[in-house]
T-cell receptor, first 115, second 113 residues
Framework: KAGVTQTPRYLIKTRGQQVTLSCSPI?????VSWYQQTPGQGLQFLFE???????NKGNFPGRFSGRQFSNSRSEMNVSTLELGDSALYLC??????????????FGPGTRLTVL | EDQVTQSPEALRLQEGESSSLNCSYT??????LFWYRQDPGKGPEFLFT???AGEEKEKERLKATLTKKESFLHITAPKPEDSATYLC??????????????FGTGTRLKVLA
């Protein structure tokens, strides 16, 4: 069974630009969550999508947004990039909402560098 | 304020030298506590979920326990391949009726042959 895939794996952007990251969950999984990981802050929860609807959201500014498609694939968008957005962005999928007693499986992440 | 703290930040063990990693938490409305292992350049790998105080789970050389204030990840007779960063996370209720995840900053474990 294929795992969670994320594209691209590496990305370099400049300040002010916008970026879209993609995540394909494990087949059959309906929930997709996004996280930001930095050396200083660790892993921080961005948001979770289930059945094309955002169900949970962390404390990130509105520049960070996402969506989920009918096939459960998800995209995350960051507009007006700032230097502090440089991070590893991780996607995780689970069968149901991640809180409903089922585990999350993480992808390898997209390394975003903002210059 | 909801908080998750892991200690120690880094740990070096000799092969076979058992030890424990700590995850202390202060949250209202704990739904679950999770342990993950993360290798360099990879996403976290799920290890355990614990839901209530007194619960214990085991997997090979790892054993996770949970109290009302903290969780321990016990590593028995570790091997070099156990070297990784171990992350603890809690899932907690929010006032809005939804929930949030809070991760600790991890413990970097190095097991020497």
């Amino acid at each position: 069974k294929a795992g969670v895939t994320q594209t691209p794996r590496y990305l370099i952007k400049t300040r002010g630009q916008q970026v879209t990251l993609s995540c394909s969950p494990i087949s059959g999984h309906r929930s997709v969550s996004w996280y930001q990981q930095t050396p200083g802050q660790g892993l921080q929860f961005l948001f979770e999508y289930f059945s094309e609807t955002q169900r949970n959201k962390g404390n990130f500014p509105g520049r960070f947004s996402g969506r989920q498609f009918s096939n459960s694939r998800s995209e995350m968008n960051v507009s007006t990039l700032e230097l502090g957005d440089s991070a590893l962005y991780l996607c995780a999928s689970s069968l149901w909402l991640a809180g409903e007693r089922n585990e999350q499986f993480f992808g390898p992440g997209t390394r975003l560098t903002v210059l | 304020e909801d908080q998750v703290t892991q200690s120690p930040e880094a740990l070096r063990l000799q092969e076979g030298e058992s030890s424990s990693l700590n995850c202390s938490y202060t949250v209202s409305g704990l739904r679950g506590l999770f342990w993950y292992r993360q290798d360099p350049g990879k996403g976290p790998e799920f290890l355990f979920t614990l839901y209530s105080a007194g619960e214990e789970k085991e997997k090979e050389r790892l054993k996770a326990t949970l109290t009302k204030k903290e969780s321990f990840l016990h590593i028995t007779a570790p091997k070099p391949e156990d070297s990784a960063t171990y992350l603890c996370a809690v899932q907690a209720d929010q006032v809005s009726g939804t929930y949030k995840y809070i991760f600790g900053t991890g413990t970097r474990l190095k097991v020497l042959a």
